[in-house]
């Protein structure tokens, strides 16, 4: 019986000790990030703001979920502020014309289209696409916004979703992006929004 109650006693011991580093910042991972961030008042403020959560969501990028301990903005259970999503959204001026017409092209390097089904009234397919590569939040934005997306969808470590008019609630709440993120090395993303090689190519988007 006292072994029963021991190995009870053990396994709650461990979890105890893995939600605990869990929890525990990163120093040695996160304080270049945090400091930026805080540095440039982006995550000092209150956290009540939804304008303030944004913010710093975006300043700490694809670094979110592994130093929001840090400044003490992790998401909880049951939680349903800003900060508790994975992913930015927001709407775009579309052009469904342009927009489907570039879904249409199916070998293109830089994106992959998808047609989901859409079974309310007469709506045709919701079209969706997702840029192969990673992007800042900013330069997804003005990427689906050129090819004439109705909104988008910005996630956390880079990948950008581009949304047709017939879909709901921002598209797909997966990251469906082929090469984004890089299983190798995630960097901070937030770095993509300044100039980088992209920077040529992506000029001579329409």
């Known amino acids: ?63 979110f979920l592994d130093c929001c301990s840090c400044l003490k903005i992790c998401p909880t259970l049951g939680d349903e502020s800003p900060l508790a999503f994975n992913s930015q959204t927001g709407y775009l001026d579309g052009i469904p014309t342009l ?33 192969n590569n990673c992007f800042g939040h900013r330069k997804c934005m003005d990427y689906c916004s050129n090819l004439g997306a109705d909104s988008y969808r910005w996630f956390l470590d880079g990948c950008c979703e581009c949304v047709g008019i017939n879909c709901f609630n921002y598209g797909l709440s997966e990251n469906h992006c082929r090469d984004c993120p890089d299983e190798d090395d995630i960097e901070d993303i937030k770095t993509l929004d300044g100039p980088d090689d992209r920077d040529e190519a992506y000029n001579e988007i329409p």
Request: glycine share 2%.
């Open 1 to 63: 019986m006292w072994h029963k109650f021991l190995f009870i006693i053990l396994t709650s011991f461990t979890v105890l000790m893995c939600v605990a580093q869990y929890k525990k910042c990163n120093e040695y991972a996160c304080t270049s990030v945090v400091s930026k961030c805080q540095l440039m008042q982006d995550c000092q403020c209150d956290f009540a703001d939804v304008f303030c959560t944004n913010r710093c969501l975006h300043c700490l990028g694809a670094k």
């Open 99 to 131: 927009f489907n017409s570039y879904a249409a092209e199916k070998d293109d390097v830089d994106w992959t289209a998808l047609n989901i089904p859409v079974n309310v009234g007469n709506h045709s397919d919701c079209v969706i696409i997702f840029l």
